[in-house]
């Protein structure tokens, strides 16, 4: 096999996926591995990387030694701060060749294939990006301490703190509450010794939980989810307002957040014609297209 390998990494806050690539296009494998915000630390997201990107190498019968042959591209949580972006193209990696961009930036490629449009990913944590006439526009990212409003984490801590405010007889308990405390024993000190190590991916393991109790009517999962809807919704119309003439939704929670979106978004909405992971193969094919242009 002497052509072209591409790799496509979606690396985002709960899992690291890959998708292996033959130059015409052809899947050869794919692969998992844990998060890979680069919030969570730059090592750590490479070394979830090289993990995702061995499986799909597995996966594809290809020994590990291929991997210096693999023109990789990055689509990473986290890189809204130019820290970590300068950080992550500054890492040395294991790939013949690695073009970084947000996970977003990906996720809006494959939807679009490469056209213009935006989306919004709805999964661990939320963020919003257009590309336009090639202009990368985006919206939220800031991370789950000032950021990712609507998104799976924020949920998570919104029913947690309802659960804490129920216990303590400030609102009234729900099937809901109690079933978060009792992840807890019951016990708010031990929700608090938690919490001082949670990360976005801990609380998030809860959003599941508040959807299907919201669509059951648990008044609080309902509010929560509600709150969640109106945040996206000023996500999905910001991009509108950018220019893009439609929104995809992606992430984890996208299918089971679109019901509360009100009706007036829903024209807007589109059905993405790839995933983030093919938005990164095409990433990986323009970069190493790009530079054997330049080399001829």
């Known amino acids: 096999m002497d052509k072209a390998l591409y790799l496509g990494i979606d690396g985002g806050g709960s899992t690291c996926r890959a998708r292996l690539a033959d130059a015409a296009g052809r899947i050869l494998g794919e692969g998992r591995a844990g998060a890979a915000n680069t919030l969570l630390g730059v090592e750590n997201a490479f070394l ?7 499986e799909a190498l597995r996966a594809a ?27 992550v193209r500054s890492h040395a990696h294991p790939f013949a060749a690695a073009v970084v961009e947000s996970d977003a930036h990906i996720a809006c ?8 449009g935006a989306i919004l990913i ?10 336009i006439d090639g202009r990368e526009t985006t919206v939220g990212g ?6 990712d409003q609507g998104s799976g984490a924020a949920m998570g801590r919104a029913v947690v703190r309802r659960a804490i405010l129920a216990h303590d ?11 978060v405390m ?40 309902q509010a929560i989810v509600q709150q969640a809807a109106r945040d996206l919704s000023r996500f999905i119309r910001a991009l509108i307002d950018q220019g893009a003439p439609q929104v995809a939704l992606f992430g984890g929670l996208a299918a089971p957040i679109a019901p509360w979106l009100p009706d007036t978004l829903r024209g807007f909405l589109a ?7 093919d938005g990164a193969l095409h990433l990986a094919r323009r970069h190493h297209t790009a530079v054997e242009a330049v080399g001829t």
Do not use: N
């Open 169 to 179: 007889k400030v609102i009234p308990a729900t099937e809901l509450t109690r079933a």
């Open 48 to 54: 979830q990387i090289e993990a995702a990107a061995g």
């Open 142 to 147: 800031w991370g789950f301490a000032v950021g």
């Open 271 to 277: 059905k993405p014609i790839g995933d983030a992971l």
């Open 61 to 87: 019968g290809l020994p590990a030694e291929t991997m210096p042959r693999l023109h990789a591209g990055l689509g990473l949580a986290g890189l809204s701060l130019a820290r970590e972006r300068d950080a």
């Open 122 to 131: 709805v999964g661990t944590g939320s963020c919003g990006c257009a590309i």
């Open 109 to 116: 490629l494959g939807a679009f294939a490469g056209g213009d």
């Open 182 to 221: 009792a992840s807890f024993d019951d016990s708010p000190e031990s929700a608090v010794l938690w919490a001082q190590t949670a990360t976005p991916k801990d609380y998030a393991a809860y959003a599941p939980q508040v959807i299907d109790a919201a669509q059951a009517g648990d008044a609080i999962a």
